[in-house]
């Protein structure tokens, strides 16, 4: 505590002089007689009662409140500092938290949007009764790229169709009783717009175009898992493989379908030729990949244009809207790290509690002293208090600031795009301030609460 008396400082607690200038206490019923004799007894006992009150009445300046409190604080720095680290912990904690929460949100969004958001799928629909009246099914035709890919929005269109009884697949036409040669493995038929409509890859080879389709050239694509048991690796001596009877000639490898996974374990041919050989005029379902935020009018649009007299016959499989699921993914990240934010937030509290109160338990001295001075109860609870806030804001702007820090780090650290609400880091200190007024509550209760003759006793 700075001792009073120096050279151009004055005492924190300021007494108010009484009414009358240069006169006692006890001279103020004299002068009052001798000036107004007609007053009653209780008239001049009301009055010396009230000179009594403003000779002892004290303030605490704002000024002096604020000196006392950063020179409480700054006493010892090391342990500031480190009761100060709770707060910036668990202020850091949130900042980084709801900061990376909302841009790994965005994120995840971002992938779902690559190919959940971006994929329509058609079929024809069953035919049947529909509320007492007869329900044709509408076929679809194998051209689907001349109609589908004109339509604003559409990145790619492809139709397939499962082969039925395409006879055991096999590598060689010698049968040996002694060896399985002959395997049973799904075979597709499909139009030259499918690679791209699943997003798959070629690995070796080619995948067939228009002209195989034209020219019903008995031609195939091997998935890769499919390749593997068949045991075609190499395409340079033009690899046969025989589907029952027929032997078609190995053109490419397809290693990759994110779309259609189950392409990988099976043989895929052109559609000309599985309509000459199977009699497939139809496919089974049209797989059409969009623009993100077009699924939802390609929906509508894709049944017209692939059956323009029937549109209604046709089914359409679309994503629901990618800003609900968006929505659902923030909010759920956003829980769970807000709430390991507030436990962060909640241990800086009580580290900040802990140690206001140890400081109330060595300043016991200090508070008795300024009570024989002049300080009231309040004037003791509201310092406390200031020094708890002190360090509480300290905590919460450096807190801001590492948690702002550790977005921007980690977003670099992905390629992404950090995303950060603007009122995160304003109002970041503002609730280090609240936590270290609530955490130094009780220790300046407390402190307040001495007398100042116990604490005189108990800090000598």
Not at 69 to 89: K, Y
Not at 115 to 144: E, H, K, N
Not at 158 to 169: C, K, T, Y
Not at 253 to 275: E, F, H, K, M, Y
């Amino acid at each position: 505590m700075r001792p009073f008396g120096e050279a151009g400082d004055g005492p924190p607690y300021v007494n108010v002089p009484p009414p009358i200038a240069g006169t006692a206490v006890d001279d103020v019923a004299p002068i009052e007689s001798q000036n107004a004799p007609s007053q009653s007894r209780r008239a001049r006992r009301r009055q010396r009662r009230a000179a009594r009150r403003a000779t002892t009445r004290s303030r605490l300046r704002v000024l002096d409140l604020i000196d006392e409190s950063l020179a409480g604080v700054f006493a010892r720095p090391a342990r500031a500092a480190l009761t100060t680290l709770g707060t910036v912990l668990g202020i850091a904690s949130l900042v980084a938290t709801l900061g990376v929460s909302r841009t790994a949100g965005n994120q995840i969004v971002d992938r779902f949007d690559e190919l959940s958001a971006t994929q329509v799928t058609v079929r024809a629909r069953a035919s049947g009764q529909s509320g007492g009246s007869a329900r044709r099914a509408t076929p679809l035709p194998w051209a689907v790229e001349d109609r589908l890919l004109p339509l604003n929005g559409v990145v790619a269109a492809g139709a397939i169709a499962d082969v039925p009884n395409p006879g055991g697949i096999r590598t060689v036409p010698v049968n040996d009783p002694s060896v399985v040669s002959t395997r049973t493995l799904p075979v597709f038929a499909a139009s030259p717009g499918l690679l791209d409509a699943v997003r798959g890859r070629i690995v070796v080879g080619r995948w067939f175009d228009i002209g195989h389709v034209t020219r019903n050239d008995r031609v195939a694509i091997l998935g890769v898992d499919a390749a593997t048991e068949l045991g075609v690796t190499r395409l340079g001596n033009l690899p046969g493989i025989y589907l029952g009877d027929d032997l078609y000639t190995v053109i490419g490898i397809l290693d990759d379908a994110p779309r259609d996974v189950g392409l990988l374990g099976g043989v895929i041919i052109p559609s000309g030729a599985a309509n000459e050989r199977y009699n497939l005029s139809k496919p089974d379902r049209v797989v059409i990949e969009t623009e993100v935020g077009a699924a939802a009018l390609i929906a509508k649009q894709a049944p017209i244009a692939l059956s323009p007299n029937s549109p209604a016959g046709l089914s359409v499989s679309a994503p629901r809207d990618p800003s609900q699921t968006r929505d659902a993914v923030q909010s759920d990240i956003n829980t769970l790290f807000l709430l390991l934010g507030l436990v962060s937030l909640i241990v800086g509290a009580i580290g900040i509690a802990n140690v206001t109160l140890v400081t109330v338990m060595e300043r016991t001295g200090e508070i008795g002293l300024r009570r024989a001075l002049g300080a009231h109860r309040k004037h003791i609870a509201i310092q406390f208090l200031c020094e708890s806030t002190a360090m509480g804001l300290i905590g919460g702007v450096v807190g801001a600031s590492v948690g702002l820090l550790f977005v921007v780090v980690v977003s670099a650290a992905r390629d992404w795009t950090p995303v950060l609400d603007i009122w995160l880091p304003l109002i970041a200190p503002v609730v280090g301030a609240i936590v270290g007024l609530l955490a130094g509550l009780y220790p300046a209760i407390r402190a307040a609460r001495m007398e100042p003759v116990d604490a005189l006793r108990a800090g000598t």
